[in-house]
Nanobody
């Protein structure tokens, strides 16, 4: 599976960004997918994921602000991020939330205060 993330950028606190992840692979539609983030000097953490059946889950730090969605026909998974905070600054990656495969290059999100 190849994963290509895009949509990051620089935004002021309170702003919004929409991240996209394009995935290859014939079993995308039945796979869960998630968004991870890694801030400088910190571990990579899973922040949102969606099951093959469409159920969504979020960590407390992003709940109510981020929304994950999945388009099986286009083999994309998106992360709508609203009410961004400086602590959301990180490189964001998509991958399977249970059995991650090889990682893409990620997309940088920077939130200024």
């Amino acid at each position: 599976v190849q994963l290509v993330e895009s949509g990051g950028g620089l935004v002021q606190a309170g702003g919004s960004l929409r991240l996209s992840c394009a995935a290859s692979g014939s079993i995308f539609s039945i796979n869960a997918m998630g968004w991870y983030r890694q801030a400088p000097g910190k571990e990579r953490d899973l922040v949102a994921w969606i099951t093959g059946g469409g159920r969504t889950n979020y960590t407390d730090s992003v709940k109510g602000r981020f929304t994950i969605s999945k388009d099986n026909a286009k083999k994309t998974v998106c992360l709508q991020m609203n009410s961004l905070k400086p602590e959301d600054t990180a490189v964001y990656y998509c991958n399977n939330p249970f059995t991650p495969s090889s990682w893409g290059q990620g997309t940088q999100v920077t939130v200024s205060s």
